[in-house]
């Protein structure tokens, strides 16, 4: 049973920065196929940014490049997102998924089997 716990949420100015964490147990640590989501009030959860199955590739929502990056911390057993540059439109819960289906696509909340409690991000104006 792999575990997921999200901290680091917050409210911040817009132009800010945060960072969340993801401390993963109940499996060896691996980021592959681990990735960040977010959700909005009334909105579908959306992609945020993974590190894909293959190689250490990591992929970022078009909204968030150049602003956010997806890091880890093997010794720690901890997935990372570094929110810089934060933006109104940024405020949602977070959440952390885990455990990528073999056919799914990273890009796609439903391929992900294993998800954290999620962590509140508001980005005031």
């Known amino acids: 049973q792999v575990t997921l716990v999200e901290s680091g949420g917050g409210l911040v100015q817009a132009g800010g920065s945060l960072r969340l964490s993801c401390a993963v147990s109940?499996?060896?640590?691996?980021?592959?196929?681990m990735a960040w989501f977010r959700q909005a009030p009334g909105k579908r959860r959306e992609f945020v940014a993974s590190f894909n199955a293959i190689g250490d590739t990591t992929d970022y929502a078009d909204s968030v490049k150049g602003r956010f990056t997806i890091s880890k911390d093997n010794a720690k057993n901890t997935l990372t997102l570094q929110m810089n540059s934060l933006k109104p439109e940024d405020t949602a819960v977070y959440y952390c998924a885990a455990t990528l289906s073999v056919s799914g696509s990273h890009f796609s909340a439903s391929s992900y089997r294993d998800w954290g409690q999620g962590t509140q991000v508001t980005v005031s104006s």
């Open positions: 109940g499996r060896a640590f691996t980021s592959k196929g």
